[in-house]
């Protein structure tokens, strides 16, 4: 009960046809997964920026309200 030629070749083919699709969907999700994470990494840096510029604002604010408080002049 063997298969005949062309059948086995049929499936061979389609073997590799699925082989192709599934490299490329691995490809795709690879680059998708670099992406993500140098996005990450560019979304952090920044935050991180971000926040030390609000520190140093809420430290100023603070010695601003501090001067007020006591009735003295920001110089």
Known sequence: M???RGTIQKQIQNDWAN???IEIITV???KITDFLNSFDLSCRSKLAT???KLT???RKIDYLEACVTKGETYT
Request: no cysteine; charged share 35%.
């Open 50 to 52: 971000l926040n030390e």
């Open 56 to 58: 140093t604002l809420e």
């Open 19 to 21: 082989r192709e699709y």
């Open 28 to 30: 795709s999700i690879k």
């Open 2 to 4: 063997s298969q005949p």
